[in-house]
């Protein structure tokens, strides 16, 4: 064969070798057959696999909007197995969708206009990061991938993306591949520290790792190892900064209230009170505690709230029988503060009166709202105006506004009242629903 045709030859078959070919894999969350509220973790199909990410509230799937709900914090891991992700397409429910300011992506470019990522990697993460703005409602992904002989799939990097103390660090990748990895930040290269064994990570650290095999690169995976901020107090813990993972120290603090459901609780130490919404701990009202307990702090409307993680457990809370609660004996001007927020709080010789469709409790020219979010004066008569009233609940801010969500009222009067809830009504002998 003639030199010249031989050697084109070669390179031609060396340049089909490198093609990369792009295919699509689309997950239809929509046509998984969940059952309404039910939680969503993972799906894998085909070598794609969509990871949910728990945020201030588990990730579930709804009947009511055929979507999985992602709220603050939360979000998906689209990850490949099988070749670079070039496009996503997200398809959202509705106006539930990333707008400015409410979602982060990790890498690449994401489209507010047409929900499309574009880039290239093994793994993209969508979140929604803004607190006070509703949630994120997904239905389905077409995920769009390229393929090569040339290709070589990212390492997993895995361990406890939360910690107390230390934790220990896993880096996995497909056989014939070398792996280096950092853990500084840097994007690791054929110089960085070998890959041969799992070690110890003891303080916050983004670990990235990076497979070769031959000449050829993955691209670089990355996790970061959160470890919690130790807080002495409840007051220590709600000064931290949103978002922080912190291991909370808990002595003789006790339970105010816990509703019906244990999603909201309120617990007061030493040093303040503090919300503990939605976190599991199942919690009684004058339960008395010890020990310590992590979450995150989740400031939401102002309002400080410990919520739970991966590393939220009752484990090391010692819960005895107290007694009732004492309330706190204040004015409204002083309710009118951030200093008994999420405390347990007595209002005395109040005026009950309705301002527009609010209840408000008014002393001395002051006034605060009552909001019946407990609902624990289904059934009681409450008219107004009214003088003299004694009333205890617990105290809360709501962007700016203090609000007391009443336990009990007493020591009212009769006459006419718009309806706590805020929808008037000019009967007489309104109940507060």
Same mark, same amino acid.
């Given at each position: 064969?003639?030199?010249?045709l031989?050697?084109?030859?070669?390179m031609?078959?060396?340049?089909?070798?490198?093609?990369?070919?792009?295919?699509t #894999?689309?997950?239809?969350? &929509?046509a998984?057959?969940?059952a309404?509220?039910q939680e969503?973790?993972?799906?894998?199909q085909?070598?794609?696999?969509a990871?949910f990410?728990?945020?201030s509230t588990?990730?579930?799937? +709804?009947?009511?909007?055929?979507?999985?709900r992602?709220?603050?914090?939360?979000?998906i891991t689209?990850s490949?197995?099988?070749?670079?992700?070039?496009q996503i397409?997200?398809?959202?429910n509705?106006t539930?969708?990333?707008?400015?300011?409410q +979602?982060?992506?990790?890498t690449?470019?994401?489209d507010?206009?047409t929900?499309?990522?574009t880039?290239?990697?093994?793994?993209v993460t969508?979140?929604?990061?803004? &607190?006070?703005?509703g949630?994120?409602?997904?239905?389905k992904?077409?995920?769009?991938?390229?393929?090569?002989?040339?290709?070589?799939?990212a390492?997993?990097? #895995?361990?406890?993306?939360?910690?107390?103390?230390?934790?220990q660090?896993s880096i996995?990748a497909?056989?014939?591949?070398?792996?280096?990895y950092?853990?500084?930040?840097?994007d690791?290269?054929?110089?960085?520290?070998?890959?041969?064994?799992p070690?110890?990570?003891?303080?916050?650290? &983004?670990v990235?790792?990076i497979?070769?095999?031959?000449?050829?690169?993955?691209? =670089?995976?990355s996790?970061?190892f959160?470890?919690?901020?130790e807080?002495?107090?409840?007051?220590d813990?709600?000064?931290?900064s949103?978002?922080?993972?912190?291991n909370?120290?808990l002595?003789?603090?006790?339970?105010l209230y816990a509703d019906?459901?244990?999603?909201?609780?309120?617990v007061?130490?030493?040093?303040?009170?503090?919300?503990?919404?939605?976190a599991?701990?199942?919690?009684?009202t004058?339960?008395?505690?010890?020990?310590?307990?992590?979450?995150k702090?989740?400031i939401?409307?102002?309002?400080p #709230?410990?919520?739970?993680?991966?590393?939220?457990s009752?484990?090391?809370?010692?819960?005895t029988?107290?007694?009732?609660?004492?309330?706190?004996?204040?004015?409204?001007?002083?309710?009118?503060?951030?200093?008994?927020?999420?405390?347990?709080?007595?209002?005395?010789?109040?005026?009950?009166?309705?301002v527009?469709?609010?209840?408000?409790?008014i002393q001395?020219?002051?006034?605060?709202?009552i909001?019946?979010?407990?609902k624990?004066?289904?059934?009681?008569k409450?008219?107004?105006?009214?003088?003299?009233?004694?009333?205890?609940?617990?105290?809360?801010?709501?962007?700016?506004?203090? #609000?007391?969500?009443?336990?009990?009222?007493?020591?009212?009067?009769?006459?006419?009242?718009?309806?706590?809830?805020?929808?008037?009504?000019?009967?007489?002998n =309104?109940s507060?629903m």
């Amino acid at each position: 064969m003639n030199k010249i045709l031989r050697y084109s030859l070669i390179m031609v078959l060396g340049l089909f070798s490198t093609i990369s070919f792009a295919q699509t #894999e689309t997950l239809d969350f &929509t046509a998984q057959g969940y059952a309404d509220a039910q939680e969503v973790t993972s799906l894998t199909q085909n070598g794609i696999t969509a990871t949910f990410i728990n945020g201030s509230t588990t990730c579930k799937y +709804y009947l009511k909007g055929t979507a999985v709900r992602m709220y603050s914090d939360g979000g998906i891991t689209v990850s490949s197995t099988v070749g670079n992700i070039t496009q996503i397409v997200y398809t959202f429910n509705d106006t539930y969708k990333p707008v400015d300011g409410q +979602y982060s992506i990790d890498t690449g470019a994401y489209d507010l206009t047409t929900n499309i990522w574009t880039g290239s990697a093994n793994s993209v993460t969508l979140k929604k990061v803004n &607190t006070t703005d509703g949630n994120l409602r997904l239905q389905k992904i077409k995920v769009t991938y390229s393929t090569s002989s040339n290709f070589v799939a990212a390492p997993t990097i #895995e361990g406890s993306s939360f910690f107390i103390g230390s934790t220990q660090v896993s880096i996995s990748a497909d056989a014939g591949t070398s792996v280096y990895y950092t853990t500084d930040g840097n994007d690791p290269t054929k110089t960085s520290s070998v890959y041969s064994a799992p070690f110890t990570v003891d303080a916050t650290k &983004t670990v990235k790792a990076i497979a070769y095999k031959d000449a050829n690169a993955s691209t =670089v995976s990355s996790k970061t190892f959160t470890k919690a901020v130790e807080s002495s107090d409840i007051a220590d813990f709600a000064s931290q900064s949103n978002g922080t993972v912190a291991n909370l120290a808990l002595a003789n603090a006790q339970v105010l209230y816990a509703d019906a459901t244990n999603k909201n609780v309120y617990v007061k130490d030493a040093t303040g009170a503090l919300c503990f919404y939605n976190a599991g701990l199942n919690l009684t009202t004058g339960d008395i505690l010890n020990g310590s307990v992590a979450g995150k702090l989740s400031i939401y409307n102002n309002l400080p #709230e410990f919520t739970a993680n991966t590393l939220t457990s009752v484990d090391k809370i010692t819960k005895t029988a107290g007694a009732a609660p004492t309330p706190v004996d204040v004015t409204v001007a002083q309710a009118n503060s951030m200093q008994y927020v999420s405390q347990l709080v007595r209002l005395s010789g109040v005026k009950l009166d309705s301002v527009g469709s609010n209840l408000m409790a008014i002393q001395n020219g002051d006034s605060i709202q009552i909001y019946d979010s407990f609902k624990s004066l289904t059934g009681v008569k409450l008219t107004t105006p009214s003088e003299n009233n004694n009333l205890t609940g617990i105290l809360i801010i709501y962007k700016t506004t203090y #609000e007391i969500y009443p336990l009990t009222i007493d020591g009212y009067e009769t006459a006419s009242i718009s309806n706590v809830n805020g929808v008037s009504n000019s009967s007489t002998n =309104v109940s507060l629903m």
